[in-house]
């Protein structure tokens, strides 16, 4: 029997939106096996989930007797362990910039539960997420509000930190996001001082519509600075392994628009390279141009 794409998009977009089979069999008429058969058809269909997140987090209250840079902080004297005061999110592809923000209430209460919860939802759904210092902060925050909120491990996704990547082909003279977008005359985030933290925990309404905003703003300026950096990305995850195609295309951002442009040679092999004519990435094939016999006879340097 054939699948109605629009019907599948349509079952897709409510499931999207948080509603299981029952209910969205009820809302369409259609059976539960129904409603299954289509989301089993938008699944293999669907292009990878890639997302774009920042997390902002509150201070720490602690006590001690005295300042100064040998000042030792131990646990015990942590008053109030720290909260996450909100998020923003945004699908690679969408025009729109989610977030989320405690209430004054919740703020004063350092309760998070409502934005953990949150977060946990757009990364469980997440194929490959990107973040600014994702490995050493953004995702290990996370996953410790996670497992304090009694959430469930979230599907395993791949990551992309662009902190990491600029580090790694780049000898900027500060590798932070707002220097980065300055840099690169991309959108820059939004001014703040540590004031901002100070009255969002004390529940100021003003400081915390300000907070989601400069929030947001990170995340334009961090979407800026991926797609600049995309092409010298390492080890990018592979999104043309989320499309039900054969064709080639860049493992980058899924375009079909590529040139020849040379070959990528290891110690016994030769491959040939291509660059997107999107992207600008240079990705390579897998099947080597060298004959087994031409490499049954190649010898290498010896490591040392």
């Not at 860049?250 to 660059?275: A, H, I, N, W």
Request: include cysteine; glycine fraction near 4%.
């Amino acid at each position: 029997m054939a699948i109605s794409k629009r019907r599948s998009a349509i079952v897709r977009f409510w499931a999207d939106k948080g509603m299981g089979n029952k209910e969205i069999s009820d809302k369409l008429g259609l059976s539960e096996s129904s409603v299954r058969r289509y989301l089993r058809n938008s699944n293999e269909n669907k292009s990878p989930k890639v997302l774009l997140f920042d997390i902002e987090t509150s201070t720490l209250n602690v006590k001690t007797f005295y300042i100064g840079s040998r000042v030792s902080i131990q646990h015990y004297k942590i008053m109030d362990d720290w909260f996450m005061l909100g998020y923003a999110a945004k699908m690679l592809d969408d025009k729109d910039v989610m977030s989320e923000i405690v209430t004054p209430e919740e703020a004063i209460a350092r309760d998070d539960r409502r934005i953990v919860e949150g977060i946990w939802k757009l990364i469980n759904d997440a194929d490959v997420v990107i973040a600014h210092n994702a490995k050493r902060f953004d995702v290990r925050k996370i996953n410790w509000r996670f497992a304090m909120h009694n959430l469930p491990k979230p599907q395993d996704f791949q990551i992309v930190d662009t902190l990491i990547q600029t580090q790694k082909h780049f000898a900027s003279s500060s590798h932070k996001l707002d220097f980065l977008a300055s840099e690169f005359s991309l959108r820059k985030k939004e001014d703040t001082e540590f004031a901002l933290w100070v009255d969002c925990e004390h529940g100021d309404p003003k400081a915390l519509a300000y907070m989601n905003h400069y929030n947001e703003s990170d995340i334009w300026a961090l979407q800026d600075l991926y797609l600049k950096i995309r092409p010298w990305v390492s080890s990018h995850p592979n999104l043309g392994l989320f499309i039900d195609d054969n064709d080639p295309m860049c493992p980058y951002c899924m375009s079909k628009d590529l040139v020849e442009d040379g070959e990528y040679k290891t110690s016994v092999s030769s491959f040939q390279c291509y660059r997107c004519q999107e992207c600008g990435a240079t990705p390579r094939g897998r099947t080597s141009s060298v004959s087994k016999e031409k490499r049954v006879g190649l010898l290498i340097s010896t490591a040392r």
